[in-house]
């Protein structure tokens, strides 16, 4: 990249420095080894010249918007528009989170081009396929997410709300589609049709279980799962973003950076494979893949990993699945500042971490920001915790200038050869998990929850040794508790949507309901065998329309498609 004359000079120039340098470095090592590393464990140099770039060609750096987009997806990056502000939403009832997502719209709460823009979360009852009145329900409803199940209660939820003017993530676990049925059921009986709608499914059946443990449908399922509904909203969703592979998860499970990178392109290859055999073309649906990626707090490391996972997924999509389109090759980012380094010891210290963070996802040129309230360590955030997480991304956006200037570290001699040395690990991951025959196979066999695992204990034992600095944890502890008024959730939640639910269940047409369940369960027989007519989906809407619900429907899944422990893969 550098002509010889500048790498003569450089090299003159280091020789100098470096004598400096050590100087200074005896003074406070006094002959003991000196190796710093990333949080990956990749060596840093102390300093970083012209000579650490002269193997990376200029193509692999370019400029925004032009392949392989190392430098972002766009030209402008951030100087018309910067990213929308996505702040995980989810409490108690429908009621007491609509009255937090009006509350943060309020705040300044802005999505794509100052649509409004709502991420929300289900509870752990409707996660685990139970509806309120469930037996197994008890004590998960409301916790964690919102008792959202039903037609009826995405009726209150979204009352009066403009749907097609609107973007919805819905974020829940193994229920990606029954959730989108109960959704599509509704928005039809406001008048909606699916092309009119915008938002999000996660279809996490690939990049949550792989590492949650939590129970799920077995591996090859969740495949042809996460590939029907990629296929159902390709042919009658344009706006909807049909799948996020899930990094943050894959990271707050213990991955490193590399890995993380490693994990969610190899599950991409898996689900873009299976689509492809479903006839789809990767232009058609490539362009509706998001990603949900952790900013950690290695500052530099989480930037480069953010570019190279942009270079991988350019290369493999263009290279392996010969796609054309520029937004097929493009990784669309939500980032979730990490919630593994928010700490219940001294909690307001949260947002100290969780702001450079935002910085770091800003200079890292994504799309969408959330970033959890700084006492997420303990319970659901506040209002007061999720204004001051909103705020930190309207100060980086409004205060700092950084929106002015497409990526402005691009060419930091540093941050390109740090995005090489991420890129270069992750491939050679992804290429051992293609030998493995794929993410699915290397999933059933346990060698990537095994890859985690062990840099999860490396990292445990940085912590319990002080070699990696906690503040508050193993390291300028407190004597005395720091107290914060914390978010309760209503103790009458779970007796409401109790009662709610059994009096749903009660009201509907029990023939309907009994003939749309019926139906549903004779399709999902045939798709598990292989018989695969594309009606799954609208077996659900109509099984929603005639009142069934989320639990309803996920039962019928679990009986017919198998229901497993994602860690050892015996059924639950």
Request: negative net charge.
């Amino acid at each position: 990249m550098f002509d010889p004359k500048t790498l003569e000079d450089d090299g003159e120039l280091k020789d100098t420095w470096a004598v400096q340098f050590d100087k200074v470095k005896e003074k406070f090592i006094k002959g003991d080894e000196y190796q710093p590393e990333t949080f990956s464990s990749i060596p840093i140099k102390p300093l970083y010249t012209p000579a650490d770039m002269d193997d990376i060609p200029y193509s692999e750096i370019g400029v925004p918007g032009q392949f392989p987009f190392t430098r972002g997806n766009y030209p402008m990056g951030y100087q018309f528009m910067v990213w929308a502000n996505q702040p995980v939403i989810g409490c108690g009832t429908p009621e007491e989170t609509r009255a937090r997502m009006d509350y943060l719209r309020e705040q300044g709460m802005t999505g794509y081009f100052g649509h409004a823009h709502y991420n929300l979360v289900y509870d752990m009852a409707t996660d685990g396929g139970f509806d309120p009145s469930d037996r197994a329900a008890q004590g998960r409803v409301g916790q964690c997410g919102m008792s959202v199940y039903s037609v009826q209660s995405m009726e209150i939820l979204f009352k009066d709300l403009p749907l097609d003017l609107m973007n919805v993530v819905h974020i829940e676990t193994n229920m990606s589609l029954p959730i989108l049925a109960v959704y599509l059921a509704y928005a039809k009986s406001r008048g909606y049709t699916p092309d009119q709608l915008r938002g999000n499914s996660m279809n996490w059946y690939h990049t949550l279980d792989v590492v949650s443990g939590l129970a799920t449908f077995p591996p090859e399922m969740c495949d042809k799962l996460a590939a029907e509904l990629i296929w159902y909203c390709t042919k009658n969703m344009p706006r909807w973003n049909t799948t996020n592979l899930f990094g943050y998860g894959i990271e707050e499970a213990g991955a490193n950076a590399y890995e993380e990178v490693a994990v969610i392109v190899a599950a991409g290859m898996s689900i873009t494979r299976r689509c492809i055999d479903l006839g789809l073309d990767p232009d058609d649906f490539l362009p509706r893949f998001g990603f949900q990626i952790a900013q950690g707090n290695d500052f530099f490391e989480e930037i480069a990993k953010i570019r190279a996972l942009r270079k991988i997924w350019a290369k493999t999509n263009r290279n392996i699945f010969r796609a054309k389109k520029p937004q097929s090759m493009q990784v669309r980012i939500h980032t979730h500042t990490s919630g593994a380094m928010l700490t219940a010891q001294q909690p307001l210290v949260n947002l100290i971490r969780t702001s450079i963070q935002g910085l770091g996802a800003a200079l890292s040129g994504v799309q969408a920001m959330e970033i959890p309230g700084y006492d997420e360590a303990l319970a659901i955030p506040s209002e007061d915790a999720a204004r001051l997480a909103l705020r930190i991304q309207q100060v980086v956006a409004e205060e700092t200038n950084v929106d002015k200037v497409t990526d402005p570290l691009g060419g930091s001699y540093y941050v390109e050869s740090l995005t090489a040395e991420v890129e270069e690990r992750a491939m050679a991951l992804i290429e051992k998990i293609e030998e493995k025959g794929g993410f699915v196979k290397a999933w059933e066999s346990g060698y990537i929850r095994s890859v985690i695992e062990v840099s999860a204990r490396k990292w445990k034992e940085k912590v319990n040794s002080g070699k990696q600095t906690v503040i508050g944890v193993n390291k300028y502890q407190m004597d005395e508790e720091q107290k914060i008024p914390l978010y309760q959730i209503n103790p009458e939640t779970e007796r409401i949507q109790k009662e709610r639910d059994i009096v749903y269940k009660k009201e509907r047409d029990p023939k309907s309901h009994e003939m749309a369940m019926k139906a549903l369960e004779e399709t999902l027989s045939r798709f598990k065998d292989g018989d695969n007519d594309h009606s799954l989906i609208p077996s659900m809407i109509e099984a929603a329309r005639c009142g069934a619900t989320n639990g309803d429907m996920a039962t019928l899944m679990k009986k017919r498609l198998g229901w497993v422990n994602s860690a050892v893969l015996v059924p639950c």
